[in-house]
């Protein structure tokens, strides 16, 4: 299933807590979110994929139906970003769970990126 990335920034926003600072760029036909100046979701038309490193990443893709992000069905799959899957999009508070934990994990990771 095709995904709007626009559609997905609008969803992202609304269940993001309010003190989130989010902020969006173009990328490749896609959006590239970021918070903390570092990336943590990728919006696609492959879907919603957050940013999640070490357990968290392992505690994603232990969730039916989410899978590691691959823009195209041939490439490697991403050791970092877990597309969200669809039942989890369609519940506002899980989705929003999901975000501070994705959002705790890039505010402790490196330098910010400019």
């Known amino acids: 299933m095709a995904h709007d990335p626009k ?3 609008i969803l992202l ?3 993001a807590p309010p ?3 989010l902020m969006f ?13 570092k990336p943590l979701a990728s919006l696609s038309d492959v879907g919603l994929a ?10 994603f893709m232990a969730a039916p139906g989410a899978v590691a992000l691959r823009y195209e069905p041939d490439a490697p799959p991403s050791k970092t970003y877990v597309v969200v899957p669809p039942a989890v999009l369609a ?3 899980d989705l929003r769970g999901w975000i501070v ?3 705790a994990g890039v505010a402790t990771t490196g330098k910010k990126r400019r």
């Open 101 to 103: 934990k994705a959002a």
């Open 91 to 93: 519940d506002r508070e």
């Open 13 to 15: 926003n609304a269940a």
């Open 25 to 37: 760029k173009p990328m490749f036909g896609g959006i590239l979110a970021y918070a903390y100046g």
């Open 19 to 21: 003190d989130l600072e």
């Open 7 to 9: 559609a997905l920034q």
């Open 50 to 59: 957050l940013k999640a490193s070490g357990a968290l990443n392992a505690e």
